[in-house]
């Protein structure tokens, strides 16, 4: 991709809210990129960024095993951001000093500004700001060159500067929604003291992806998995602008898709993408029948994916000179696939040993950007809302939504509950606020009473909750009234269904999906 005038680079000791930060600078219109600490001084100067943050982590400076400082950073002779530990290791390793907090802080503070600074431009210095505090250790002494530009009531030192290099060092989380005057401190630091323009939007982005794609794929043909999630979507259509008749789609249906879904992915991509070359491949009858009394969760998501590679591999070997695979990754997974220790967190291959069995190169458009972004990418693109604000649909479908074991009955009974609850969701103006909400099929009958008849039937799950990232997540304080009518609906229009309950569990401990 073509190298954008502006761009950050936040090295990450292991802090919980590192995207958070590079989610703040893209926000203010900035490239950023997140690269582990450990990784190689060379690297990150090939990337020319015009400025460097350094993030918060869990370690205690100078503990044995504790990330260091690569005296190489300064070196680049671009603006430094250091925040908590970040701070911590620029007052280490500059010559300040540290000392242990008798008490972890942790939470609301009151900074009081005690000098003028770049960093505080535009801010009241006669109002206190509220900022969020998360740290054991702290800095008494500040190394030579640098001044006390912030304090509170616990810390003598909360932030300091040596205005003369471009280095700045905040104890407080700026990125986080508690700390009020955050968002203008990040910016001060971006535009007033990086002096960086803002070049990175959606619609920049668009055209430098269709030129990158254009040139890589050359004249080799790609196949894509469409799944009609935003993301395989956007994919499609990113590359069908790019490279128009060399883009193959291939949709397989594997009989675990929500009521209609079909049908109706392939009439939208058909009514927005004029001309793509899509597949539509019917293959529940395999799926089911290989899925037939299995009922472990991992076994299910095992079947589903060799089955999916085995269908895919065959019609995609019928088509020439294929070369690529595209796949919807997003930035999120690329970063959650890496740690700065060396521990992958979780491992993404959304068609998992496709590139490797098919001798194929990966292509993935989206690998830089938040999911947000996707969608502004989407709406650029002229998608639909119904596809840009479509809810998350895991790749297994429902068959991590029907516990137990899975027949085509089954399926039929969860795919009518699931339909009424995100038709009432939509019919409520609630299907917008919410991040995901959809119903379970439970492995479980109950006794009820129908026109008084004993009825001895199944139980549906409704699980709705609010998100920004999936990473964490809580269940929807949804109205009474609009739960009372999706129960009515689902045990009076879904036959076998007697009973319905609702999740009111968060993330942590639970998980969004119950398999």
Request: net charge negative; proline share 4%.
């Amino acid at each position: 991709m073509q190298q954008l005038q502006s761009r950050v680079i936040i090295i990450d000791y292991g802090s919980q809210v590192t995207q958070l930060i590079a989610r703040r600078v893209r926000e203010a219109g900035i490239y950023s990129e997140i690269m582990p600490c450990t990784t190689p001084i060379e690297t990150i100067a090939a990337e020319k960024p015009g400025a460097l943050i350094l993030s918060g982590g869990p370690d205690s400076v100078g503990d044995e095993g504790a990330f260091s400082l690569d005296m190489g950073l300064l070196d680049l002779n671009v603006p430094i951001l250091g925040i908590c530990y970040g701070m911590q290791l620029l007052a280490h390793h500059l010559g300040g000093a540290l000392a242990t907090s008798t008490e972890r802080e942790y939470g609301r503070a009151e900074l009081e500004i005690c000098a003028d600074s770049l960093l505080w431009d535009g801010l009241d210095q006669n109002t206190v700001s509220v900022v969020w505090m998360s740290h054991g250790n702290h800095v008494t002494k500040v190394p030579e060159g640098f001044k006390i530009i912030a304090r509170t009531k616990a810390l003598d030192i909360a932030a300091m500067a040596d205005e003369a290099r471009g280095i700045y060092a905040v104890q407080f989380h700026p990125e986080v929604h508690h700390t009020t005057d955050g968002i203008r401190m990040l910016q001060n630091f971006l535009f007033k003291v990086a002096r960086l323009k803002p070049d990175w939007t959606m619609r920049s982005f668009v055209e430098r992806s269709i030129e990158e794609c254009r040139e890589k794929v050359g004249q080799s043909n790609v196949v894509l998995a469409l799944s009609g999630g935003v993301d395989s979507s956007v994919v499609a259509a990113l590359l069908h602008r790019a490279i128009g008749k060399q883009l193959h789609c291939i949709f397989v249906n594997h009989g675990l898709l929500r009521l209609n879904e079909g049908r109706e992915v392939v009439d939208m991509m058909h009514a927005h993408l004029p001309g793509l070359n899509l597949k539509y491949v019917d293959a529940s009858e395999l799926f089911l029948s290989r899925l037939k009394g299995v009922e472990d969760p991992e076994q299910k998501r095992k079947i589903i994916g060799r089955t999916f590679i085995e269908v895919f591999e065959e019609e995609a070997n019928s088509i020439e000179n294929v070369k690529f695979l595209g796949q919807g990754t997003v930035y999120p997974d690329v970063i959650e696939s890496i740690s700065p220790k060396g521990v992958v967190i979780k491992s993404h291959h959304n068609v998992g040993g496709l590139p490797e069995r098919m001798k194929l190169k990966l292509i993935e458009p989206l690998r830089e950007l938040f999911k947000d972004e996707v969608r502004k990418v989407a709406a650029e693109l002229g998608l639909p809302e119904s596809l840009i604000w479509r809810h998350p649909f895991p790749g297994p479908g429902l068959a991590v939504r029907i516990l137990g074991d899975i027949t085509k009955e089954r399926v039929a009974t969860l795919q009518k509950a699931d339909s009424i609850v995100r038709e009432e969701l939509k019919a409520s103006g609630w299907y917008g606020k919410v991040w995901q909400g959809f119903a379970v099929l439970l492995p479980l009958r109950t006794v009820g009473v129908m026109g008084d008849s004993r009825t001895y039937e199944n139980v549906v799950a409704l699980r709705i909750v609010d998100s920004v990232d999936a990473m964490t997540a809580d269940w929807s304080r949804l109205p009474n009234e609009l739960l009372a009518r999706m129960s009515s609906r689902i045990i009076n229009e879904v036959h076998g269904v007697n009973r319905v309950v609702y999740d009111i569990s968060s993330k942590p401990p639970s998980t969004i999906e119950w398999e």
